[in-house]
Antibody
């Protein structure tokens, strides 16, 4: 059974930093690209970033480029999202998602999602 | 403003059929990129409902079906049940933005 467990969310001041983690199990982690998708309170889904399964290809949404960094540790079956220079508009539930399809342009979709971790950016 | 346009809400009585549209453009759906659909029950994470325009993952009832034509796609739900009440999102890829894109979501109410 595929399981994705996010952690690391919390309250942070504007301009601050936070690192999210997503521990995966139930599939061959290194074979699949992993992604982060966020959902602001009462709003829709917004893709944030994706890391390829093989190699080290990454893609970011324009809204987080230069501020967020995605990484993964295949030995720990874990994907991370380092978030810097946080803004109020980054407040959201952040979901970790396993990709079903992924290509080198960054096109991908998701077959499993974690339960999410809430990030609140406020003074 | 979402790149993919969905109606904010749809509704139907138990047993009826409803459809949810997802309208894109020549840089996403119209460019041939696949459309995927996700169901988000209240207070839970999204769940894959349809992938590759028309395909259902195992475990998804055949009451759910997807289609795609031109720059649009649709999700149809037949034999509506109370448990179908949820938010539904379409997703594709936009080559102009070089980004995965989602529709704004549609809230389905079962009357």
């Amino acid at each position: 059974e595929v399981q994705l467990l996010e952690s690391g969310g919390g309250l942070v001041q504007p301009g601050g930093s936070l690192r999210l983690s997503c521990a995966a199990s139930g599939f061959t982690f290194s074979s699949y690209a992993m992604s982060w998708v966020r959902q602001a309170p009462g709003k829709g889904l917004q893709w944030v970033s994706v890391f390829s399964g093989s190699g080290s290809s990454t893609h970011y949404a324009d809204s987080v480029k230069g501020r967020f960094t995605i990484s993964r540790d295949n030995s720990k079956n874990t994907v991370y999202l380092e978030m810097n220079s946080l803004r109020a508009e980054d407040t959201a539930v952040y979901y970790c998602a396993k990709t079903y399809y992924y290509d080198s342009s960054g096109n991908h979709n998701y077959d499993y999602w974690g339960q999410g971790t809430l990030v609140t950016v406020s003074s | 403003q979402s790149v993919l346009t969905q109606p904010p809400s749809v509704s139907g009585a138990p047993g009826q059929r409803v459809t949810i549209s997802c309208t894109g453009s020549s840089s996403n759906i119209g460019a041939g990129y696949d459309v995927h659909w996700y169901q988000q029950l209240p207070g839970t994470a999204p769940k894959l409902l349809i992938f590759g325009n028309t395909n259902r993952p195992s475990g998804v009832p055949d009451r759910f079906s997807g289609s795609k034509s031109g720059t649009s796609a649709s999700l149809a739900i037949t034999g509506l049940q109370a448990e179908d009440e949820a938010d539904y999102y379409c997703q594709s890829y936009d080559s102009g933005l070089s980004s995965v894109v989602f529709g704004g979501g549609t809230k389905l109410t079962v009357l």
